[in-house]
């Protein structure tokens, strides 16, 4: 679908550069059309960045939903398309989302963002902001986004339940004329990334415990298949290990 010098790709639809920033933040700059997922500030300065004209959210963890990032690179002319758990705390129905109905008592996730962005960011308090289903789409600016699913099946907290809960976070497959990108979220390998194979890039988390083995994120990547393949989310890498675990024809790239 295109070819590529560095992290430039040549598509029908124009140039495409994309960006491991940090953790799990990802940077798209299609023909000066900035896009971000799940700016994060603690790990990168984005006060010095291009002003967003999209910012993707997976999931409310503190390190994805981050209003000091956003604040950086936000304007009154950003979209926003962002996963039910950051609905939910938009709507501040926090509570709600983490009431037990056995013990009827509060059990939020500890790693939420209790901000609200539309509250706490002036600028963007009449920006759009679309809330996005897994298997739900939107068009924005030109690009066809696709939310989804993004969870834990093996990696569970003390109490039992997942770090990243089925239905209430989003991996993002964005479609720019055919090219299409693939940022997973966090996530374990999981049936549902059938729907990213073949992609042009695919962004894929590499930690324990809140994602993936190197294991398993060789195996989702020789599953989905993509031509290029960014690993995020990681604390640790082991380049060898992964180069030579992947299948032929994926092309490894990691920051410097």
Not at 62 to 67: K, V
Not at 200 to 227: G, H, Q, R
Request: a negative charge; glycine letters at 8%; charged letters at 25%.
């Amino acid at each position: 679908m295109g070819s590529q010098i560095h992290n430039t790709f040549y598509t029908p639809a124009g140039l495409v550069y994309v960006e491991h920033l940090a953790h799990g933040s990802v940077h798209i700059d299609w023909e000066g059309m900035h896009i971000y997922v799940d700016p994060f500030s603690g790990l990168y300065d984005f006060s010095k960045m291009k002003k967003a004209d999209l910012i993707l959210l997976t999931h409310a963890h503190t390190d994805h939903y981050d209003c000091k990032a956003i604040a950086d690179i936000a304007t009154p002319n950003t979209e926003f398309i962002v996963s039910k758990a950051v609905g939910t705390c938009l709507k501040n129905d926090l509570p709600r989302m983490g009431l037990d109905l056995d013990s009827n008592e509060l059990n939020v996730d500890p790693d939420t963002t209790m901000e609200n962005m539309t509250r706490a960011i002036h600028c963007i308090k009449k920006c759009p902001v679309t809330v996005l289903k897994n298997g739900e789409k939107a068009s924005c600016k030109g690009i066809e986004v696709e939310a989804v699913p993004a969870y834990n099946v093996k990696q569970k907290r003390e109490n039992g339940h997942p770090y990243h809960i089925k239905g209430e976070g989003n991996g993002y497959i964005l479609n720019i004329e055919g090219f299409r990108i693939y940022v997973a979220g966090d996530t374990e390998f999981i049936p549902e990334m059938e729907l990213a194979k073949g992609c042009d890039i695919a962004f894929l988390p590499k930690n324990l415990p809140f994602t993936m083995s190197d294991e398993d994120f060789i195996a989702a990547a020789n599953f989905i298949k993509p031509k290029n393949l960014f690993p995020i989310h990681y604390f640790e890498i082991d380049k060898n290990k992964l180069l030579k675990g992947l299948a032929t024809g994926i092309c490894l790239h990691l920051n410097d």
